[in-house]
């Protein structure tokens, strides 16, 4: 779709994107509106104190703080979280969460001073040895037929308008075992649509059968966000690193990378998935 095209089909604001002048490099002499989409600081502020600044698309923050509160094990379920605000602030934004107590004292005792990008990586953790934390071993109650992968890919723009619109996101999806996504998330940090995924899969009714499928490729963090939240069988259109292979083998998680139409490679845990006979 052309930048003009996709101007026609979204006169209305869309949040999370906006529109800026820029010049195509077979028309330089005069400038044409283009779509991009946000960046932000967003701030996970617990029980007051700021933990973690995240670059971030501004949109389902509420799911990203709960689904970041879930996958770096800061609470065991939704219900130690007594309160959710999101805030402007300093040029950009804080979400404010209250904790239990219970859990925020936890929380200090980790005693980390997390600096979080785009790309994110480290993070600034302060020992390497808390990179790869431990996450409890998943149990095998989940199978997919990897016949109902190939029409999941095919949904997965679907929940992508940002990245329709701009080419700029990465997207986290749920499938269903009928192959279905049933909800998306995305922005432009894969690890953010991924935390803002589990987020509302905790919140929602979908309940625990199926798979995350994710636009990028899976990393040790991609892998070890989805384990904590107990997701038992992850996707990745792209590649998986070593140490995410490592971690899903030590997790009991499945992990599959290059998730294309009629292709994909597993990495760990083959027993998870079937081929059935197409009809």
Not at 84 to 92: L, M, R
Not at 132 to 153: H, S, W, Y
Not at 196 to 202: A, E
Request: glycine share 10%.
């Amino acid at each position: 779709m052309s930048n003009k095209q996709r101007q026609d089909d979204h006169h209305a604001p869309l949040d999370g994107a906006g529109q800026l002048s820029v010049w195509q490099r077979n028309a330089l002499e005069q400038a044409q509106p283009d779509w991009l989409a946000e960046e932000v600081p967003v701030a996970l502020v617990y029980n007051g104190i700021s933990h973690v600044v995240m670059m971030a698309t501004p949109k389902d923050l509420a799911a990203f703080a709960l689904g970041f509160s879930l996958s770096e094990g800061i609470i065991s379920g939704p219900e130690e979280i007594f309160g959710i605000d999101i805030v402007p602030a300093c040029g950009g934004i804080e979400v404010q969460i209250e904790l239990s107590s219970r859990r925020f004292m936890g929380l200090k005792a980790q005693r980390r001073a997390m600096a979080g990008r785009t790309g994110c990586g480290v993070c600034g953790v302060e020992q390497l040895a808390e990179i790869g934390k431990p996450v409890p071993a998943l149990p095998f109650t989940q199978t997919f037929d990897f016949n109902r992968l190939d029409g999941a890919l095919h949904q997965l723009t679907d929940f992508q308008p940002i990245g329709q619109l701009t080419g700029c996101t990465h997207a986290a999806a749920w499938i269903a075992p009928d192959g279905q996504l049933q909800a998306g998330c995305e922005d432009v940090g894969r690890h953010v649509a991924l935390d803002k995924l589990l987020g509302q899969r905790c919140q929602a009714e979908w309940g625990s059968c199926g798979a995350v499928l994710v636009s990028s490729r899976a990393s040790y963090e991609m892998v070890q966000k989805a384990a904590m939240c107990g997701v038992e069988i992850l996707f990745a259109v792209s590649a998986a690193t070593r140490l995410a292979v490592e971690v899903a083998q030590r997790s009991n998680l499945t992990l599959v990378g290059f998730s294309k139409p009629g292709r994909a490679t597993v990495y760990s845990h083959p027993q998870r998935l079937r081929q059935s006979d197409p009809k």
